[in-house]
Structure formats: C-alpha cells, structure tokens
Nanobody, 123 residues
Framework: EEQLVESGGGLVQTGGSLRLSCAAS????????IGWFRQAPGKEREGVSC????????YYADSVKGRFTISSDNAKNTVYLQMSSLKPEDTAVYYC????????????????WGQGTQVTVSS
C-alpha cells in the first residue's frame, strides 16, 4: 500500500527555519516525483517544490525561491523540505504527494497524498 507520512511541522518565528520530512513507502514501480504542496485557509492548494530524482530536477514556486530547498535521501525513501527565512504568509498545512507525471509540479497531477503537517510562522 502506498503511504506518505509528513513530519517536522510546528511553530516558528518570522525569519526562522524549519525542515519538513516526507517518508514514502510502497512506491515500487515506475518513475515518480515527490512534491510539497501547501494550503492555507480559504486558499487553493499550491505547489511549493517538487523533485524528480531520475532526472535530478527540482522545481520551486516563485514565492519560495531562494528560501526553500528540496532534497532526497534515497536510502531512507525520504524527501525533505528545508525552509529558511520563513514569513507569516508561509503559514499553511504542508502536504507531500507523489506523481507519475513527473515533469509537472501541479496539484492536479499528483495522485497520492500524505495527511499534512501544520506550519505556523508567527508575525
């Protein structure tokens, strides 16, 4: 069974840092990408960053470029999102997800989702 488990969310001050983790299991066939998405109350779910290891490619939303870094540990089947210089507008529930359309970092192309982890940046 495919499973994604996020961890690392919490409360941080403006300008602080936080690292999210996504542990993936059960994705044993084909090439896939893993993405981080976030959703704030009343807003659409948006793509934050995606990674496709088979092509060593990464994608970042304009709003997080230069502040967030996505990385993977293949031995642990885990993807990380290092978030720095956090702003109140980064406050959201963050989800990791898996896509078998790996060249797109868009929520509608991602099929498997974790339960989410809350990130709150105090103002």
């Amino acid at each position: 069974e495919e499973q994604l488990v996020e961890s690392g969310g919490g409360l941080v001050q403006t300008g602080g840092s936080l690292r999210l983790s996504c542990a993936a299991s059960g994705f044993t066939f084909g090439d896939y990408a893993i993405g981080w998405f976030r959703q704030a109350p009343g807003k659409e779910r948006e793509g934050v960053s995606c990674i496709y290891d088979s092509e060593d490619s990464t994608y970042y939303a304009d709003s997080v470029k230069g502040r967030f870094t996505i990385s993977s540990d293949n031995a642990k089947n885990t993807v990380y999102l290092q978030m720095s210089s956090l702003k109140p507008e980064d406050t959201a529930v963050y989800y990791c997800a898996v896509s078998y359309a790996p060249h797109y970092c868009s929520a509608h192309t991602y099929s498997y989702w974790g339960q989410g982890t809350q990130v709150t940046v105090s103002s």
